[in-house]
Protein backbone atom coordinates (compact mmCIF):
# COMPACT_ATOMS: atom_id res chain seq x y z
CA UNK A 1 0.00 0.00 0.00
CA UNK A 2 1.64 3.70 -1.00
CA UNK A 3 0.89 7.10 1.22
CA UNK A 4 1.08 10.07 -0.50
CA UNK A 5 0.98 13.19 1.68
CA UNK A 6 0.14 16.73 -0.08
CA UNK A 7 1.63 20.05 1.23
CA UNK A 8 2.29 23.54 0.63
CA UNK A 9 -1.01 24.84 -0.16
CA UNK A 10 -2.15 28.38 0.84
CA UNK A 11 -3.75 31.58 0.14
CA UNK A 12 -2.06 33.86 -2.34
CA UNK A 13 -2.89 36.81 -4.16
CA UNK A 14 -4.11 37.16 -8.00
CA UNK A 15 -1.10 36.63 -9.82
CA UNK A 16 0.90 35.28 -7.07
CA UNK A 17 2.58 31.78 -6.93
CA UNK A 18 2.69 28.93 -4.54
CA UNK A 19 4.65 25.09 -4.92
CA UNK A 20 3.09 22.49 -3.69
CA UNK A 21 4.92 18.88 -2.63
CA UNK A 22 3.95 15.35 -2.32
CA UNK A 23 5.45 12.38 -0.38
CA UNK A 24 4.86 8.69 -1.32
CA UNK A 25 6.02 5.78 1.23
CA UNK A 26 5.22 2.49 0.56
CA UNK A 27 5.49 0.84 -2.60
CA UNK A 28 6.18 4.71 -4.71
CA UNK A 29 8.72 2.80 -6.39
CA UNK A 30 6.53 0.85 -8.07
CA UNK A 31 4.80 4.24 -9.69
CA UNK A 32 4.32 4.85 -13.63
CA UNK A 33 2.63 7.70 -13.69
CA UNK A 34 1.97 10.31 -10.73
CA UNK A 35 -0.53 13.33 -11.03
CA UNK A 36 -2.43 16.79 -9.82
CA UNK A 37 -5.87 17.13 -9.69
CA UNK A 38 -7.81 19.51 -8.20
CA UNK A 39 -11.96 19.80 -7.18
CA UNK A 40 -13.43 23.35 -6.12
CA UNK A 41 -16.13 23.63 -4.27
CA UNK A 42 -19.84 22.14 -5.54
CA UNK A 43 -17.41 20.95 -9.28
CA UNK A 44 -16.07 17.35 -10.15
CA UNK A 45 -12.25 16.68 -9.68
CA UNK A 46 -10.73 18.05 -12.55
CA UNK A 47 -6.80 17.22 -14.12
CA UNK A 48 -4.28 19.61 -13.39
CA UNK A 49 -0.68 17.86 -14.66
CA UNK A 50 0.98 14.53 -14.61
CA UNK A 51 4.43 12.80 -15.24
CA UNK A 52 6.08 9.40 -15.74
CA UNK A 53 7.75 8.44 -13.01
CA UNK A 54 10.67 7.13 -15.18
CA UNK A 55 11.86 9.41 -17.94
CA UNK A 56 9.97 12.78 -16.45
CA UNK A 57 7.62 13.38 -18.97
CA UNK A 58 5.35 15.68 -18.10
CA UNK A 59 1.37 16.41 -19.10
CA UNK A 60 -0.40 19.43 -18.70
CA UNK A 61 -4.14 21.00 -18.73
CA UNK A 62 -5.02 23.48 -21.44
CA UNK A 63 -5.79 25.56 -18.21
CA UNK A 64 -2.28 25.75 -16.60
CA UNK A 65 0.10 25.17 -19.53
CA UNK A 66 2.23 27.80 -19.41
CA UNK A 67 1.83 28.76 -15.81
CA UNK A 68 2.32 25.30 -13.47
CA UNK A 69 5.28 23.03 -13.86
CA UNK A 70 5.39 19.35 -12.70
CA UNK A 71 8.32 17.12 -11.34
CA UNK A 72 9.66 14.68 -9.57
CA UNK A 73 12.13 13.64 -7.35
CA UNK A 74 13.06 9.58 -7.90
CA UNK A 75 15.42 9.54 -4.75
CA UNK A 76 13.17 11.14 -2.71
CA UNK A 77 10.15 9.88 -3.41
CA UNK A 78 8.51 13.39 -4.05
CA UNK A 79 6.38 15.09 -6.72
CA UNK A 80 6.31 18.94 -6.94
CA UNK A 81 4.07 21.79 -8.35
CA UNK A 82 5.62 24.92 -8.99
CA UNK A 83 2.15 27.16 -10.08
CA UNK A 84 3.01 30.43 -10.66
CA UNK A 85 0.68 33.58 -12.38
CA UNK A 86 -1.99 32.27 -9.95
CA UNK A 87 -5.67 33.38 -10.67
CA UNK A 88 -9.05 32.90 -8.68
CA UNK A 89 -9.84 29.90 -11.39
CA UNK A 90 -7.11 28.00 -9.52
CA UNK A 91 -8.67 27.92 -6.16
CA UNK A 92 -9.29 24.26 -5.19
CA UNK A 93 -8.22 21.40 -2.90
CA UNK A 94 -5.37 20.03 -5.03
CA UNK A 95 -4.87 16.13 -4.89
CA UNK A 96 -1.50 14.28 -5.13
CA UNK A 97 -2.28 10.69 -6.93
CA UNK A 98 -0.31 7.93 -8.28
CA UNK A 99 -0.82 4.70 -10.44
CA UNK A 100 1.28 1.91 -10.80
CA UNK A 101 0.55 0.15 -14.37
CA UNK A 102 1.61 1.50 -17.45
CA UNK A 103 -1.18 3.72 -19.42
CA UNK A 104 -1.65 5.51 -22.47
CA UNK A 105 -0.85 9.04 -22.56
CA UNK A 106 -3.96 10.28 -23.55
CA UNK A 107 -5.68 8.11 -20.44
CA UNK A 108 -3.32 10.04 -17.76
CA UNK A 109 -5.86 12.69 -17.07
CA UNK A 110 -8.56 10.54 -15.79
CA UNK A 111 -9.12 10.16 -12.60
CA UNK A 112 -10.22 6.58 -12.12
CA UNK A 113 -6.92 5.41 -13.25
CA UNK A 114 -4.82 6.53 -10.57
CA UNK A 115 -4.50 3.38 -7.41
CA UNK A 116 -4.12 6.13 -4.55
CA UNK A 117 -4.73 9.21 -3.36
CA UNK A 118 -3.66 11.94 -0.94
CA UNK A 119 -5.83 14.01 1.38
CA UNK A 120 -5.40 17.63 -0.37
CA UNK A 121 -4.65 20.40 -0.04
CA UNK A 122 -5.85 23.93 -0.22
CA UNK A 123 -5.30 26.45 -2.76
CA UNK A 124 -6.72 29.67 -2.21
CA UNK A 125 -5.73 32.40 -4.84
CA UNK A 126 -7.89 36.24 -4.09
CA UNK A 127 -8.68 38.67 -6.43
Known amino acids: QQQLVESGGGRVQAGGSLRLSCAAS????????MAWFRQAGGKDREFVAAIRWLGGTPYYAESVKGRFAISRDTAKNTMSLEMTSLKPDDTAVYFC????????????????????WGQGTQVTVSS
Open 97 to 116: AARRQALHAAALGTAVHYDS
Open 26 to 33: GRSFDNYA
